[in-house]
């Protein structure tokens, strides 16, 4: 572990809660130590009221708040006597703990505190740092946990056996403690858990978390040295077996599910031991792992059999809820495979790169233990049941609000370095959705900074390249639902009589060929997307309408609707919807320049701003208000329309 601790930022902190903030954002920042808002820290510290009255309070984090970002007020401020009055209780329910934990704040505005306040509160010591770090749950997920703790840091630490988190926990340390502790003690190990440590100071307790953890990973490396870094590589893999197996998981989640695949080093090693299906399916390092990656992951692609187990799972440990239990669906989050690789399964792309975080640092853990520790043991099915189904951590999953409607869909965008692209990329983004965004122009690749968003430098006018975008699209999302054709040039303005032959061939290759060669690439992905595939097609007023000067940008997209009336037609059968978007004189895009603008304008005998809002409603239209329209055709609210024609040209009097 790298010691992080910097005395000379520390030295302006002003407070000892100042110095709890900054010790907390360097554990929640460490992926070794806590991942995704796991871990918690406080410091027991005087809280001063209105009138100036001074109490004993424990500061302690706050839930919701991630400790790598955590700030003052996302620690909750309690009156630390009533804690040790609580913990006098011989039993307290969770719904009970957490209501007397809130009205234990000094602060009706402060978050909810953490679960494990009243074990903050019950160590006797100012600061406290908690983590699950890998090292500790290397060591303790083995045959014996306990003596390999206690073989590698002594007595130093007092060790408490597997108790869910909350007051249970809280009081088995109360027992354990006064029998362990001594002057030398510097941590507590939580068996299948994590590490605590204390001190008079957050540098203090910090400081011990570093030495514990550092003594922990380099015993691990001379005890369990992790096995050489494989050079194999995992086969390249069919698109559609990609595709049909992200249906088969959305289809068991009753949603739309992103499935990224992960071919990496470690991954590749871990999927390729012959005891995988065995290692595997233990269970995870530390049980608030089990709501981002499930107890065990998907050995194999049979997923009504996962599905099977997983309610057979259910039933066997429903009786444990203290209410009725409702089943959560029965997909894997993670799963595993000789070929594929890992594959992590998400409603959204941030939660299955979440579950990938975990199972990238589960793994080495795993092989670890089963190779040189006398294997590796994770907690019995029932405590990470408990946890599963407890209602504290999913509440966790609920902070976030539902999903939004796009969520789990997958789409491609052509042209989606600027103008109508770019939009409806950003459109189908906010929505939820993950976008390849294709474009020529190689600026597509950082586009947007968001894990949902793939941007790839692509000439639509070559076919091996489309085809090769589709497959980094679905290695890294899974499949396909969407497809918004948007890439579109306007070419030289010429009348026929004066037009090139080779500039009509370059406006059609890119207007109309490419989008041929990419719908029918597409075609086999859309057919397999688990909410019906969606195609919305960027045509143009031009025609209904069209203008002299651009009959080889006017042609094109008259022909493109021919194809998309076509494509709908023939994919109907396939649950596919194409349907065709119509704007007029969108000026924020890369198709209009000044010089343009001002030729077409003067054609027309307008002023330039005449021009822009040349409509019955005397408005502009935006790349923003096209994206809408076309994205809003890809959502339920058009389920039922195929093959349609919308115009978006602030009506146009010749074509109402
Ligand atoms: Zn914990």
Known sequence: MEDRW???????????????????????????????????????TPFTDVTGDSFDALFVKGSGWDLATIERRGFAPLNLSRLRDLLALDSLSDTDMMRELKASSF??????????????AYIPHQAVQHSHADAIVSITNVVDGETCVREVFGDSVVVIPYVMPGFDLAKAVAVRWPDEAHDHTVGMVLLNHGLFTFGETTAEAYARHHQLISKAERWLDEHA??????????????????????????????????????????????????????????????????????????????VESY????????????????????MLDAAPRIVVDVDLGVLTAGRTVGEADIAFDIYEHTMPALERAEDHLGGYVALEPEHIFDVEYWDLEQAKLHLAGPPPALAG????????????????????????????????????ETAFDNPAWL??????????????????VVERFGGLDIVIIAAGIFGVGAAISQLDPTDFRAVQAVNLDSVLSLLHAT???????????????????????????????????????????????????DGIRVNTVHPDAVFDTGLWNDQLLAERAHLHGLTVDEYRIRNLLKTEITSADVARLAVE?????FAKTTGAQIPIDGGNDRVV
């Not at 941007?455 to 980094?472: I, K």
């Open 6 to 44: 910097n005395q000379a930022s520390t030295r302006c902190l002003e407070s000892a809660l100042d110095e709890c903030v900054y010790g907390s954002r360097l554990i929640g920042s460490d992926p070794d130590l806590v991942l995704h808002g796991g871990g918690n820290t406080s410091i027991k």
């Open 107 to 120: 602060d009706p505005d402060a978050p909810a505190p953490s679960v494990e306040s009243l074990l903050h």
């Open 225 to 302: 040295p992790l096995p050489a870094p494989t050079s194999a590589a995992l086969p390249k893999v069919d698109r559609l077996v990609l595709s049909d197996l992200r249906r088969r998981i959305s289809e068991s989640a009753n949603r739309p599910m992103v499935l990224c695949r992960h071919s990496d080093p470690v991954s590749t090693r871990f999927v390729q031991r012959i005891d995988l299906e065995s290692i595997a399916t233990r269970g995870p390092l530390t049980p608030d792992h089990v709501i981002r990656t499930r107890r065990v992951p998907m050995v194999g692609r049979d």
């Open 307 to 326: 599905g099977r187990a997983y309610a057979e799972y259910f039933d066997k440990h429903e009786h444990r809820g203290r209410t009725g239990l409702t």
């Open 409 to 444: 869909n997958i789409a491609i965008v052509t042209g989606a370095a600027s103008g109508i692209g770019r939009a409806c990329a950003a459109e189908l983004l906010a929505r939820g959705c993950a976008v390849g965004g294709i474009d020529k122009d190689g600026s597509v």
């Open 455 to 472: 941007g790839l430098t692509v000439d639509v006018t070559d076919p091996t390249a489309q085809t090769a975008a589709l497959d980094e």
């Open 523 to 573: 075609h086999p992905l859309l057919a397999r997307s688990p909410t019906g595939g969606r195609v919305s097609i960027i045509g143009s007023k031009n025609v209904a309408a069209p203008g002299r000067g651009a009959v080889a940008y006017s042609a094109s997209k008259a022909a493109l609707v021919q194809v998309a009336r076509i494509a709908a037609l023939e994919w109907a059968d």
């Open 633 to 637: 055709l890809c959502t339920d609210t």
